[in-house]
T-cell receptor
Framework: ETGVTQTPRHLVMGMTNKKSLKCEQH?????MYWYKQSAKKPLELMFVYSLEERVENNSVPSRFSPECPNSSHLFLHLHTLQPEDSALYLC?????????????FGPGTRLTVL | GNSVTQMEGPVTLSEEAFLTINCTYTATGYPSLFWYVQYPGEGLQLLLKATKADDKGSNKGFEATYRKETTSFHLEKGSVQVSDSAVYFC?????????????FGKGTKLSVIP
Protein backbone atom coordinates (compact mmCIF):
# COMPACT_ATOMS: atom_id res chain seq x y z
CA GLU A 1 0.00 0.00 0.00
CA THR A 2 1.21 3.50 -0.74
CA GLY A 3 0.04 6.98 0.19
CA VAL A 4 -3.00 7.39 2.39
CA THR A 5 -5.61 4.65 2.59
CA GLN A 6 -9.06 4.75 4.14
CA THR A 7 -11.52 2.03 5.06
CA PRO A 8 -14.31 1.45 4.52
CA ARG A 9 -14.90 3.36 1.29
CA HIS A 10 -18.65 3.36 1.85
CA LEU A 11 -20.65 3.09 5.08
CA VAL A 12 -24.36 3.17 5.77
CA MET A 13 -25.42 3.36 9.39
CA GLY A 14 -28.46 4.04 11.49
CA MET A 15 -28.59 6.81 14.04
CA THR A 16 -28.15 4.40 16.95
CA ASN A 17 -25.17 2.51 15.50
CA LYS A 18 -21.53 2.78 16.51
CA LYS A 19 -18.94 2.52 13.77
CA SER A 20 -15.34 3.55 13.14
CA LEU A 21 -13.50 4.96 10.15
CA LYS A 22 -9.87 4.01 9.68
CA CYS A 23 -7.05 5.90 8.02
CA GLU A 24 -3.50 4.73 7.47
CA GLN A 25 -0.61 6.66 5.95
CA HIS A 26 2.48 4.98 4.53
CA UNK A 27 4.48 8.18 4.03
CA UNK A 28 6.29 8.54 7.33
CA UNK A 29 4.43 11.75 8.11
CA UNK A 30 4.02 13.28 11.55
CA UNK A 31 0.67 15.07 11.17
CA MET A 32 -2.75 13.64 10.32
CA TYR A 33 -6.11 15.29 9.72
CA TRP A 34 -9.82 14.53 9.46
CA TYR A 35 -11.97 16.62 7.09
CA LYS A 36 -15.68 16.59 6.31
CA GLN A 37 -16.71 17.25 2.71
CA SER A 38 -20.39 18.11 2.18
CA ALA A 39 -22.01 19.08 -1.09
CA LYS A 40 -21.69 22.77 -1.97
CA LYS A 41 -19.70 23.60 1.16
CA PRO A 42 -15.97 24.13 1.69
CA LEU A 43 -14.00 21.31 3.23
CA GLU A 44 -14.32 21.49 6.99
CA LEU A 45 -11.30 20.62 9.10
CA MET A 46 -12.43 18.48 12.04
CA PHE A 47 -9.31 17.32 13.88
CA VAL A 48 -5.54 17.63 13.63
CA TYR A 49 -3.01 15.32 15.22
CA SER A 50 0.70 16.04 15.40
CA LEU A 51 3.01 13.31 16.69
CA GLU A 52 -0.06 11.48 17.98
CA GLU A 53 -1.23 14.45 20.04
CA ARG A 54 -4.49 16.20 19.19
CA VAL A 55 -3.65 19.83 18.46
CA GLU A 56 -6.83 21.11 16.84
CA ASN A 57 -10.49 20.36 17.41
CA ASN A 58 -12.71 22.65 15.41
CA SER A 59 -15.86 22.62 17.53
CA VAL A 60 -16.82 19.16 16.35
CA PRO A 61 -19.79 17.51 18.13
CA SER A 62 -18.86 14.86 20.67
CA ARG A 63 -20.59 12.17 18.62
CA PHE A 64 -17.36 12.22 16.59
CA SER A 65 -14.40 10.89 18.57
CA PRO A 66 -10.92 10.71 17.03
CA GLU A 67 -8.12 8.39 18.06
CA CYS A 68 -4.50 8.37 16.95
CA PRO A 69 -2.71 5.33 18.44
CA ASN A 70 0.50 5.97 16.46
CA SER A 71 1.77 8.29 13.77
CA SER A 72 0.59 6.01 10.95
CA HIS A 73 -2.99 5.38 12.02
CA LEU A 74 -5.97 7.60 12.65
CA PHE A 75 -9.50 6.57 13.56
CA LEU A 76 -12.79 8.41 13.71
CA HIS A 77 -15.28 6.75 16.04
CA LEU A 78 -18.92 7.51 15.30
CA HIS A 79 -21.95 7.11 17.57
CA THR A 80 -25.53 8.41 17.59
CA LEU A 81 -25.02 10.35 14.37
CA GLN A 82 -27.62 12.50 12.67
CA PRO A 83 -28.70 12.41 9.00
CA GLU A 84 -26.95 15.76 8.45
CA ASP A 85 -23.67 14.01 9.26
CA SER A 86 -23.90 12.21 5.93
CA ALA A 87 -20.87 13.32 3.92
CA LEU A 88 -17.52 12.28 2.53
CA TYR A 89 -14.94 12.02 5.31
CA LEU A 90 -11.40 12.60 4.16
CA CYS A 91 -8.20 11.78 5.96
CA UNK A 92 -4.96 13.57 5.14
CA UNK A 93 -1.37 13.60 6.32
CA UNK A 94 1.60 15.92 6.02
CA UNK A 95 5.24 15.77 6.98
CA UNK A 96 4.65 18.32 9.73
CA UNK A 97 2.04 20.93 10.61
CA UNK A 98 3.82 23.84 9.01
CA UNK A 99 2.04 26.13 6.57
CA UNK A 100 4.18 25.07 3.60
CA UNK A 101 3.64 21.37 3.99
CA UNK A 102 1.63 19.63 1.29
CA UNK A 103 -1.21 17.53 2.60
CA UNK A 104 -1.78 14.12 1.04
CA PHE A 105 -5.38 12.94 1.02
CA GLY A 106 -6.97 9.53 1.12
CA PRO A 107 -9.89 8.61 -1.16
CA GLY A 108 -12.42 9.18 1.60
CA THR A 109 -15.25 7.26 3.24
CA ARG A 110 -18.73 8.03 1.91
CA LEU A 111 -20.96 7.97 4.99
CA THR A 112 -24.74 7.79 4.84
CA VAL A 113 -26.73 8.11 8.08
CA LEU A 114 -30.29 6.86 7.86
CA GLY B 1 -12.47 36.19 8.99
CA ASN B 2 -10.24 34.13 6.74
CA SER B 3 -11.92 32.78 3.63
CA VAL B 4 -11.48 31.71 0.03
CA THR B 5 -13.85 32.69 -2.75
CA GLN B 6 -13.70 30.84 -6.02
CA MET B 7 -15.95 31.04 -9.02
CA GLU B 8 -19.14 29.06 -8.94
CA GLY B 9 -19.38 26.08 -11.19
CA PRO B 10 -20.03 23.95 -12.96
CA VAL B 11 -17.81 24.98 -15.83
CA THR B 12 -18.20 23.14 -19.13
CA LEU B 13 -15.58 23.57 -21.85
CA SER B 14 -14.77 21.94 -25.14
CA GLU B 15 -11.46 20.13 -25.49
CA GLU B 16 -8.54 22.50 -26.23
CA ALA B 17 -10.39 25.52 -24.83
CA PHE B 18 -8.71 27.99 -22.48
CA LEU B 19 -9.50 27.62 -18.79
CA THR B 20 -9.59 30.23 -16.06
CA ILE B 21 -10.92 29.55 -12.56
CA ASN B 22 -10.87 32.65 -10.40
CA CYS B 23 -9.84 32.54 -6.75
CA THR B 24 -9.47 35.33 -4.21
CA TYR B 25 -8.65 35.06 -0.55
CA THR B 26 -9.08 37.01 2.65
CA ALA B 27 -6.36 36.35 5.19
CA THR B 28 -4.03 38.11 7.55
CA GLY B 29 -0.31 37.83 7.16
CA TYR B 30 1.39 36.12 4.23
CA PRO B 31 -0.37 32.92 3.33
CA SER B 32 0.82 30.09 1.11
CA LEU B 33 -1.61 29.42 -1.73
CA PHE B 34 -2.61 26.09 -3.23
CA TRP B 35 -4.74 24.52 -5.91
CA TYR B 36 -5.96 21.00 -5.21
CA VAL B 37 -7.79 18.75 -7.69
CA GLN B 38 -10.26 15.97 -6.94
CA TYR B 39 -10.94 13.43 -9.66
CA PRO B 40 -14.17 11.40 -9.47
CA GLY B 41 -14.10 8.86 -6.65
CA GLU B 42 -10.76 10.04 -5.30
CA GLY B 43 -9.39 12.26 -2.57
CA LEU B 44 -7.80 15.64 -3.16
CA GLN B 45 -4.32 15.91 -4.58
CA LEU B 46 -2.08 18.93 -4.77
CA LEU B 47 -1.96 20.45 -8.25
CA LEU B 48 0.32 23.42 -7.61
CA LYS B 49 1.33 25.92 -4.95
CA ALA B 50 3.00 29.30 -4.41
CA THR B 51 4.47 30.45 -1.14
CA LYS B 52 5.24 34.13 -1.70
CA ALA B 53 4.07 37.11 -3.72
CA ASP B 54 4.67 36.94 -7.49
CA ASP B 55 5.55 33.24 -7.34
CA LYS B 56 4.06 31.18 -10.16
CA GLY B 57 3.05 27.61 -9.45
CA SER B 58 2.78 25.26 -12.42
CA ASN B 59 2.06 21.59 -13.05
CA LYS B 60 0.52 19.50 -15.87
CA GLY B 61 0.03 22.62 -17.99
CA PHE B 62 -1.83 24.47 -15.23
CA GLU B 63 -0.48 27.75 -13.86
CA ALA B 64 -1.39 30.21 -11.12
CA THR B 65 0.40 33.36 -9.97
CA TYR B 66 0.33 34.68 -6.40
CA ARG B 67 -0.95 38.26 -6.69
CA LYS B 68 -0.74 39.89 -3.30
CA GLU B 69 -1.99 43.27 -4.50
CA THR B 70 -5.27 41.73 -5.65
CA THR B 71 -5.23 38.81 -3.14
CA SER B 72 -5.81 36.43 -6.03
CA PHE B 73 -4.51 33.09 -7.28
CA HIS B 74 -6.38 32.37 -10.50
CA LEU B 75 -5.89 28.97 -12.13
CA GLU B 76 -5.27 28.86 -15.88
CA LYS B 77 -4.61 26.28 -18.56
CA GLY B 78 -4.15 27.03 -22.21
CA SER B 79 -5.71 23.88 -23.66
CA VAL B 80 -7.85 21.60 -21.53
CA GLN B 81 -8.30 17.89 -22.10
CA VAL B 82 -11.14 15.53 -21.25
CA SER B 83 -8.90 14.05 -18.54
CA ASP B 84 -8.89 17.43 -16.76
CA SER B 85 -12.55 16.94 -15.80
CA ALA B 86 -12.53 17.16 -12.01
CA VAL B 87 -13.33 19.47 -9.10
CA TYR B 88 -10.71 22.16 -8.40
CA PHE B 89 -10.21 23.65 -4.95
CA CYS B 90 -8.36 26.83 -4.11
CA UNK B 91 -6.86 26.93 -0.60
CA UNK B 92 -4.44 28.81 1.61
CA UNK B 93 -2.54 28.31 4.79
CA UNK B 94 -0.31 30.64 6.73
CA UNK B 95 2.09 30.59 9.60
CA UNK B 96 0.31 33.23 11.59
CA UNK B 97 -0.06 32.83 15.32
CA UNK B 98 -1.92 29.67 16.28
CA UNK B 99 -3.09 28.34 12.98
CA UNK B 100 -1.65 26.05 10.34
CA UNK B 101 -4.97 25.15 8.86
CA UNK B 102 -5.71 24.86 5.19
CA UNK B 103 -8.74 27.00 4.35
CA PHE B 104 -10.54 25.77 1.24
CA GLY B 105 -12.94 27.30 -1.23
CA LYS B 106 -16.13 25.47 -2.15
CA GLY B 107 -14.64 23.93 -5.28
CA THR B 108 -15.34 24.42 -8.98
CA LYS B 109 -16.45 21.46 -11.03
CA LEU B 110 -14.95 21.37 -14.52
CA SER B 111 -16.34 19.19 -17.28
CA VAL B 112 -14.44 18.98 -20.57
CA ILE B 113 -16.31 17.57 -23.52
CA PRO B 114 -14.69 16.11 -26.67
Amino acid sequence: ETGVTQTPRHLVMGMTNKKSLKCEQHLGHNAMYWYKQSAKKPLELMFVYSLEERVENNSVPSRFSPECPNSSHLFLHLHTLQPEDSALYLCASSQDRGAYNEQFFGPGTRLTVL
Amino acid sequence: GNSVTQMEGPVTLSEEAFLTINCTYTATGYPSLFWYVQYPGEGLQLLLKATKADDKGSNKGFEATYRKETTSFHLEKGSVQVSDSAVYFCAFSYSGAGSYQLTFGKGTKLSVIP
